[in-house]
C-alpha cells in the first residue's frame, strides 16, 4: 500500500495546483463576473430603458479603409457634420470619415504627441488626448482647417496615475451635463468624470473637477478600457475592451446592463474584430467601431435593417 501513498499524493498536489492556476487565470480573465452577469440577464426581463447591445447585428464586417494604413484609434460621431472623426497615433492626423467608412478629410496633428482618443463637444469643437502626458486638447476645426498646432489650443493635464503607455484611451461627452468622461486603459482602469472642461465661454475662470470612483469601476468585468460612448437618449456608458472583446453599457452608477461580444460567431461576425479601438453611435442609434489598423465596422438592430 505504501508503494501507492507517494504518486497518489503527488496527483493530489498537482490535481490543487491546477485548480488553482485555472481559479486564478479565471480570476484574471474576469471571467467568473462576466459569467454571473450573463446568468443574472437569464433570469430578468428585457428593460426598454437599456440599448440592448445583444441584439445589434454586424451588417460591415471589416472593411478595409482605404488610404489609410496607419493605426486607428478612437471614433466619434459629429451630428452637424453627420460623420465620424477617428485619430492615427504614428503619423499623427485627425481623419474625418462617411458613415460607409470612406476617408473625407485628413488634417495633420502638431505637438500632440500620442493621440489616442478624439471626441466631439460642439459645432467645430472637439477634444483629442495625448495618452503620454495625460493631456486633453480642445481643438477648434472649422471647414478650411488643415492642421492643429496643440501649442495654440487650450488644454489640461490630469496628472494621475503616471507612466508607462497605459493613459487615457476613451472619450464620452454629456453635452447635457456637461460632463467629459475620460478612460484610463488599465494599471489601474478607472473612468474619471470631468467637470469644467473643455470652457465655452474663454472669459470664464476656470472651475475644473475631476471625480472618480474605483470601486465603481471595478464591478467592470473586463481587462482594460479601449474607447467610450456616452448615450444621450438612456444617459447610458459604453465601454469598449479591446482585449474582453466586449462592449459594456454601463447605468449612472456603473452598473452593467447589456453586453455586446465582438468575437467570432457573435452579433452575426464572421470572424473576432481583431484589435477594437472606437466606437461611436449615431442618431439613429447606429454603432459604428475601428480596429486597428485600419478595419470599419458597422452593427445595427433588426428594427433598423
Same mark, same amino acid.
Do not use: C
Given at each position: 500500500?505504501?508503494?501507492?501513498?507517494? !504518486?497518489?499524493?503527488?496527483?493530489?498536489?498537482?490535481?490543487? &495546483?491546477?485548480?488553482?492556476?485555472?481559479?486564478?487565470?479565471?480570476?484574471?480573465?474576469?471571467?467568473?463576473?462576466?459569467?454571473?452577469?450573463?446568468?443574472?440577464?437569464?433570469?430578468? %426581463?428585457?428593460?426598454?430603458?437599456?440599448?440592448?447591445?445583444?441584439?445589434?447585428?454586424?451588417?460591415?464586417?471589416a472593411?478595409?479603409i482605404?488610404?489609410?494604413?496607419?493605426n486607428?484609434?478612437a471614433?466619434?460621431?459629429d451630428?452637424?457634420? $453627420?460623420?465620424?472623426?477617428?485619430?492615427?497615433?504614428?503619423?499623427?492626423?485627425? &481623419?474625418?470619415?462617411?458613415?460607409?467608412?470612406?476617408?473625407?478629410?485628413?488634417?495633420?496633428?502638431?505637438?500632440?504627441?500620442?493621440?489616442?482618443?478624439?471626441?466631439?463637444?460642439?459645432?467645430?469643437?472637439?477634444?483629442?488626448?495625448?495618452?503620454?502626458?495625460q493631456?486633453?486638447?480642445?481643438?477648434?476645426?472649422?471647414?478650411?482647417t488643415?492642421?492643429?498646432d496643440?501649442?495654440?489650443?487650450?488644454?489640461?493635464?490630469?496628472?494621475?496615475?503616471?507612466?508607462?503607455?497605459?493613459?487615457?484611451?476613451?472619450?464620452?461627452?454629456?453635452?447635457?451635463? $456637461?460632463?467629459?468622461?475620460?478612460?484610463?486603459?488599465?494599471?489601474?482602469?478607472?473612468?474619471?468624470?470631468?467637470?469644467?472642461?473643455?470652457?465655452?465661454? !474663454?472669459?470664464?475662470?476656470?472651475?475644473?473637477?475631476?471625480?472618480?470612483?474605483?470601486?465603481?469601476?471595478?464591478?467592470?468585468?473586463?481587462?482594460?478600457l479601449?474607447?467610450?460612448?456616452?448615450?444621450?437618449?438612456?444617459?447610458?456608458?459604453?465601454?469598449?475592451?479591446?482585449?474582453?472583446?466586449?462592449?459594456l453599457?454601463?447605468?449612472?452608477?456603473?452598473?452593467?446592463?447589456?453586453?455586446m461580444?465582438?468575437?467570432?460567431?457573435?452579433?452575426?461576425?464572421?470572424?473576432?474584430?481583431?484589435?477594437?479601438?472606437?466606437?461611436?453611435?449615431?442618431?439613429?442609434?447606429?454603432?459604428?467601431l475601428?480596429?486597428? %489598423?485600419?478595419?470599419?465596422?458597422v452593427?445595427? $438592430?433588426?428594427?433598423?435593417?
Open positions: 500500500m505504501r508503494r501507492f501513498a507517494r !504518486p497518489k499524493s503527488l496527483i493530489l498536489i498537482l490535481s490543487v &495546483i491546477l485548480l488553482i492556476a485555472v481559479v486564478a487565470l479565471g480570476q484574471y480573465l474576469r471571467l467568473f463576473e462576466r459569467a454571473w452577469f450573463n446568468l443574472h440577464t437569464l433570469w430578468q %426581463p428585457v428593460s426598454s430603458q437599456t440599448m440592448g447591445l445583444d441584439q445589434y447585428r454586424v451588417v460591415t464586417e472593411q478595409v482605404d488610404g489609410l494604413a496607419d486607428v484609434s471614433l466619434t460621431y451630428p452637424v457634420r $453627420k460623420s465620424l472623426f477617428t485619430v492615427t497615433n504614428k503619423h499623427s492626423e485627425l &481623419i474625418e470619415l462617411s458613415l460607409d467608412g470612406r476617408i473625407l478629410r485628413r488634417v495633420a496633428l502638431v505637438g500632440f504627441g500620442d493621440p489616442e482618443a478624439v471626441e466631439f463637444i460642439s459645432e467645430d469643437i472637439y477634444v483629442v488626448t495625448d495618452e503620454s502626458q493631456r486633453l486638447i480642445k481643438i477648434r476645426l472649422e471647414q478650411d488643415t492642421f492643429v496643440a501649442a495654440d489650443a487650450e488644454q489640461m493635464t490630469i496628472g494621475v496615475h503616471m507612466g508607462g503607455n497605459k493613459g487615457f484611451e476613451g472619450l464620452a461627452y454629456d453635452s447635457v451635463g $456637461k460632463r467629459l468622461f475620460v478612460a484610463k486603459e488599465r494599471n489601474p482602469m478607472l473612468i474619471y468624470e470631468v467637470h469644467g472642461f473643455p470652457r465655452f465661454n !474663454p472669459e470664464e475662470s476656470y472651475s475644473i473637477h475631476v471625480i472618480n470612483d474605483p470601486k465603481r469601476d471595478a464591478g467592470m468585468f473586463v481587462r482594460d479601449s474607447s467610450l460612448q456616452y448615450d444621450e437618449r438612456s444617459g447610458h456608458l459604453l465601454a469598449l475592451s479591446d482585449e474582453s472583446r466586449l462592449i453599457e454601463l447605468d449612472v452608477s456603473g452598473r452593467p446592463l447589456s453586453t461580444s465582438l468575437g467570432k460567431g457573435r452579433q452575426g461576425l464572421q470572424n473576432t474584430v481583431p484589435q477594437a479601438e472606437g466606437i461611436a453611435v449615431d442618431d439613429d442609434g447606429t454603432l459604428y475601428v480596429s486597428e %489598423p485600419n478595419l470599419f465596422y452593427f445595427k $438592430k433588426p428594427a433598423q435593417l
